[in-house]
C-alpha cells in the first residue's frame, strides 16, 4: 500500500493546482443553467439539478417530520424503504434489492464489519444535520448496486439552541428508556470588526449526550420433519440494548479561507438477555435449553476537517481514526432431556481499528460541478475465542485500501447535463488462522460512470445512468471459522461459517427514468433499471456431523430487472390541509441466474416486489397535532441456491403509525407504535440428500407491536 498513499498525495496536489488556476466560472462560461447552491448539497426540492440521481434532506425538512428515529426519517424518501426486522432493528432496502446492496455511511465512513457508530434504529433525528440519498451509482462513492445513503450528523454553529428528548419504550410488558441531550452555540467571541467590514464567524461547538435503551427479541415457532421424524421448537427471546453516547464537535475558521471541524463520538453499549427453546420430537423426550449472552462493546472514533477555499473551487480533507473493543459471551445449558445438566461456552473477543484519510476537490464559482479525489484506509481485526470442546482460535486480519475517483460535469443541449465519473481501488486482504494460515488477496476495482440529466420543458425530465460497481466480499465472511448458532441448531437457525475463497461480485447497472415536478415541492418518478451480475454472492446451506451450517459463497451469473415508481406529493386533493405529505415507493423485480447450479431459479434471497406508503402531518413549531402512518409490504423471496437446496420466505406487510401535538413555547409529545399488524416472518427451507433423505423446515418469527412515548422540547 506504499504505492497508492504516494500516488494519492500526487494526485491531490496535481488536482489542487488545477482547480486554484480555475476562474469563477469554472470552465463553465455561457452556459445557461439553473443556478444551485453547491457549496453544500442539493436540498430535496432540487431534485431536478442534481448532477447524479441524488436527493438531499436537510436540516429544515427533517425538523418538519416530527420523526422519531432515523429510520422514520427514511420512510419519507424516494427509493428507501425501511421496515423493522423480527428482533426490533430496521433493514434499510434501495431499489427493492436485498439489504447487503444497499451502502450506509456515517459521515461519508462506513464500517467495515456493518456495524455502524450508533444505532440508527434509534438514533434521534436531533442528531442529524442532513441525509444524502445517492440513487444511482457515482464516482464519489463506492459501488452499491441497490444505491448509498450518507447520514450526515449535526454540525457545530453559532445559534444557541437546546435540545431535551425522554423516551419510553415498552414491548411483551417491559420498559426501557431514553434520554438525548445537546447543545449548540458560539463558542468564542468574535474580534471587533474595524469599520466598514463584516465581523468574523466566532467558533462554535456541538455537544450531544444520551443514554439509549431497547428491548428486543422475538417469538419463533418451527416444524422441522426429516428421515428421523418430526420435531417441534418453540422458542422465547428477550434482550436488552444499552447505548451510552458523548458526541462533542468543534468549528471555526482558521483564516479567511480555511474552515477546521474537529469531531469524536465515545460510545459504549451492552447487549444481554436469554434465549429459551423447547423441542420436542415424534415419541421423544422433549428437550429444553437456555441460551445466556452478554456482550459489550466500547467505541472510540476522532476525526478532523479542514477545508480551504480557491477561486472558483475548495479542498475538503478529512482525517479519521476509529478503534473498538468487543467482548461477547455465551454459555448454553440443557435443562431437560437425555442430556440435561450439559453446557457450552463460547467466549468471543474482537479488536477493530481504522485510519482513513481521504480528500475532495470541487468547483464552487459555476452550476457545473466538478469533483476529483483520494481515499487511503487501513482497518485491522483481532479476534480470539474460546469455545467448549474446539482448541481455542486466534486469527487477524488487515484490510489496505486505496482509492483514486474523478467525476466531471457538462452541459447538454440547452439546460441538460451530462456527468461522467471514474473511480478506482486497489483493495488488499490479508488473513490469518489456524486452519489455512496467512491468505493473502488483491482485489482491483474500477468503476466508471456516466449519467445524464435532460429537462423536457419545464415541468418534465429524462435521466439515464450507466455504471459498474465492485461488492466486495466482508471480511468477517473470508475468515475461516464457525459460528455456533444460538439456541437449537436446525435448518432455519445453522452455524455460520467463512468461506475464504469468496470472490467480489461485479455489476453493470443500467438506470433510466423520467421526473415530473408536482406543484412546488412534490415530485414523482419512474425507473426502468437493469443489473447484470457476476459471482453473485448468496447463501449455501448444507449439514455435516448432524450440524446445520450456512456459508456466504459465489452461486453464479445472474440478470435483475426492475420498475421503481416514487412519489412525494401534498393532499390537497383530498381536501386535507396543504401540510398534509405522501409519501409513496414501489418497485416491481425480477431476477434469474445465468449460470452455476441454479442457473434459471431466481437470485437467492431477492423479493419480488418492495413497497412504501407514508402519510403523514409534519410538526409545527407553532402548536397543533401531527402524525402520520408507514405501511411497508416486502414480497416473496426464493432461497434456491442449488439443486436440493430450495426455500422461500413469504411475504410481509407491517404497519406504523404514529401521532402527537406541540404545545407553543414548551415543547412536544408523541407516541408511536410499530407492528401494529403483528405480521411475522415466515421461512420455509427443504434439503434433499441423496443419502439421508429429505429434510423439510418451516418457522415463524414473531414480533409483539412496540409502543413508544415521547416528550421534548427545543429553545
Known sequence: MGHPWRVGALVLATLGTAQAQ????????????EQVDVTGRRALQDRFFAPGSMVVLDRRDIEKLGAFSIADVLRQLPGVVATTNADGSVEIRMRGMERSATQILVDGQRQATGRGQLALDQLPPEMVERIEVVRSPSAEF????????NIVLRQATVRRETTLRVTDNTVWG???????????GPLTSPPPAPAGEPAESPWAYFLAASSTGVVLGSDSHSRVDGPAGTTVSDGVSRYRRQEYALIPRVSGKLGPRDQLRLAAVLNRSTFGGTLGTASEAAGGTPVGTLDRQDQMRHFAHFAMDWT????????ETSVMRNGSREHLGRLGSVLTGASAGTGSLFDDR???DVVNLKSKVSTTGSPLLRMGGFELERWTLGIDTARTGVDPFRANARLERGVLWAQDEWAWGERGTLTAGLRGESIRITTSGPTLGTVERHIPVVQPSVHLRQPLGTTWQYRANLARTTRNPRVWDLIDRTNPSAGTNTLLNPDSVGNPA???ETTWALDTGVERRLGDEGQAGGNLFVRRVQDAIGTLVSQAGGRWFEQRTNVGDAMVTGLEFDARTGLTWLGLPRDWTLNANFSLLHSRMTSGANEGQRIPGQPRYTGSLNVAKPIRRSGGLFGGFTLNVTGAADLNTSP???GRDRPRTTLDVHFGGVVAGLGYWRVGLQNITDAPYRRTRRYDDPVAGTTTSEGDLLLTPRAYLTMGTQF
Open 350 to 352: 474482537r479488536r477493530e
Open 142 to 149: 463506492s459501488g452499491a448496486t441497490g444505491g448509498t445513503i
Open 308 to 315: 480551504h477555499g480557491f477561486d472558483g473551487s475548495k479542498v
Open 502 to 504: 469468496l470472490r467480489p
Open 22 to 33: 480555475q476562474g469563477p466560472d469554472g470552465g463553465g462560461e455561457g452556459v445557461q443553467l
Open 644 to 646: 436440493g437446496r430450495t
Open 174 to 184: 417491559r420498559h426501557a428508556a431514553q434520554i438525548h441531550f445537546s447543545r449548540t
